[in-house]
């Protein structure tokens, strides 16, 4: 499922507190419009709560993970509520994590 760690992956999304821009990569426009907007969502949430950056990507064995990058000068980065949102998002959102890593492990990978 979901998880927290740093590594060369795939970005599936993400949200940017600084620049206030929400990236979905294009190698995945096939998704429901549904599904887009759920994650559209978490990422924007994410960075309106919490702030810093907020990227969702599949490892290279297909697990969705949640990354966090905060800049160095960012003093109002609320870490423990980062930390707080993920585990949030880990517990609420498993199902929709799972589908997601389905698809990646049935429709990229291949």
């Known amino acids: 499922m979901a998880e927290k760690v740093h590594s ?18 294009p190698e995945f426009r096939l998704l429901p419009p549904d599904i887009k907007q759920e994650i559209k969502l978490i990422c924007v949430r994410f960075v309106e ?43 609420e959102k498993e199902d929709l994590f799972a589908q997601l890593e389905l698809y990646y492990l049935s429709t990229m990978k291949s």
């Open 8 to 25: 060369e992956n795939l970005v599936l999304a993400a949200a940017n507190a600084y620049q206030q821009k929400f990236y979905l990569n």
């Open 49 to 91: 709560e919490v702030g810093g950056i907020l990227e969702l990507s599949f490892s290279q064995s297909g697990n969705l993970c949640l990354i966090t990058h905060v800049a160095e000068d960012d003093l109002l980065f609320d870490e423990i509520g980062a930390e707080l949102l993920i585990k949030e998002y880990q517990r």
